[in-house]
């Protein structure tokens, strides 16, 4: 932790407990309401008054509460939920979903599964309702098992096509070596074959449990009357699962590499990253801030001399890539801080040297003007990603899982507010010297720089 925060962190905290002389005033207008049951279930709302609204379950039951033998159940899971209950079948199921006008989704990510549903205000009650059913009450038969177990398949198929993805697998699975996050999301084939009902069973009575969940809800919904939903339809879900469902696995990150080597490629896919940190560690917000110095380029977009990323000036001018992507993945506890990028096997050895220069510089000499313009960037944007009801109600469950609350707009504000060039270069030398690098790459690498070679220029 470094100086700046810990001392916001004191400040922050003298400050509640003298709240008697503070006036009581809401922070986020609108305001997001926070409640609880006597299960653990959390509700978190606000309420923005329009017509419509989004509204549903952020459970944390990713792929890092799996086992090697079960890796893929969490996302097989998902993919069961709209395939009948026990009072619906899937095609009474679509058809009310259809009627109502309504749009239902999930999804799986390593540390959550997200069950969600677009509607009318006036129909909230249906779609919880809805909701509870298939979390609740899904029948998992063995013919609709069979039929997704193909779905899945072919998901996978298409995610080897996809260079991205694929590269961040690989680069999960060289950073996270043998722990969960080191497994994909859809876990192996041999697992997607095997994967029975009992499987399924047993992972959801382990994790979709009330205390790992948060009902969210964003839009036109009156925060009381979800409360009173979520009691109704959720309140005798059963607490905790099985002893150690709760656990968290602790996924130590490694320095390596991973190689894929493809001569028919035109062009090399690869990822570069160092050890991030988790959600709760306050140096995230600089590393945040960092990441956005770096930014990313295309060189098909075009670009004018004002560009923000000093690394894209530097490759555009010597045209070392086709295109770049910072990235800053966060976990619990741990997290990827890197950049991937597209480049030709004959530049890619410049283009890493490159990104290695432009890390080191920002340990280094980043300017009081670059670390404010990335401030209002990222502030900007972060407001701009709130545009209607379903990012508001992705932003409240997220944080809702990983903090246990939203963090108000002035806090984010006062925390960006004590971010300056100094604490930039600390934290990122703090992260980025003398530390453990991680690369996955496919494509003609057969000249790709030796991994010792890259984890030497981390000095």
Known sequence: MFRNLSKFGVNLQRAVS???????????????????????????????GIPTCTVGLWIDAGSRYETESNNGVAHFLEHMAFKGT??????????????????????????????????????????????????????????????????????????????????????????????????????????IKSISRKDLVEFKSN??????????????????????????????????????????????????????????MPVVHAALAVEGCGWMNPESYPLLI??????????SHGSGGNIYSKLAHKVGAKNLCHNFLSF?????????????LVSDGKTLNDMLFTVQEEW?????SVTEEEV???????????????????????????????????????????RLEMINADVVREVCSNYLKKKPVTIAAIGPIENMVDYNTLQKRMD
């Open 86 to 191: 026990a009072t619906r079948n899937q095609t009474s199921l679509e058809l009310e979903v259809e009627n109502m006008g309504a749009h239902l989704n999930a999804c799986t990510s390593r540390e959550q599964t997200i069950f969600q549903a677009k509607c009318l205000t006036k129909d909230v009650k249906r779609a919880i309702d809805i909701l509870s059913d298939i979390i609740q009450s899904s029948k998992y038969g063995e013919n609709e098992i069979e039929i997704e177990r193909g779905v899945i398949l072919r998901e996978m198929q298409e995610i080897e096509m996809n260079l991205q993805e694929l590269v961040f697998d690989h680069l999960h699975a060289a950073a996270f070596q043998n722990t969960p996050l080191g497994r994909t999301i859809l876990g192996p084939i041999e697992n």
């Open 207 to 264: 994790h979709y449990v009330a205390s790992k969940m948060v009902l969210a809800g964003a839009g036109g919904i009156q925060h009381e009357e979800l409360v009173g939903l979520a009691e109704k339809y959720f309140g005798s879900l059963k607490s905790h699962g099985i002893d150690g469902s709760d656990f968290l696995n602790v996924c130590n990150f490694t320095g390596s590499e991973s190689r894929l080597v493809d001569e028919s």
């Open 18 to 48: 003298h709240n008697i002389q503070v006036p009581e005033r809401v922070l986020n207008i609108p305001e997001t309401k926070i409640s609880q049951l006597s299960n653990g279930l959390r509700i978190a709302s606000e309420d923005s």
């Open 360 to 364: 080191n510089r920002l340990c280094t």
């Open 328 to 340: 800053n993945t966060c976990y619990k506890d741990t997290g990827l801080w890197g950049i991937y």
């Open 372 to 414: 404010t313009r990335a401030k209002n960037l990222f502030l900007t944007n972060s407001l701009l990603l709130l545009d209607g009801s379903t990012p508001i109600f992705e932003d409240i469950g997220r944080q809702m899982l990983n903090y246990n609350r939203r963090i108000p707009l002035p806090e984010m504000e006062a």
């Open 290 to 299: 960092a990441n956005i110095l770096i930014g990313n380029w295309d060189r």
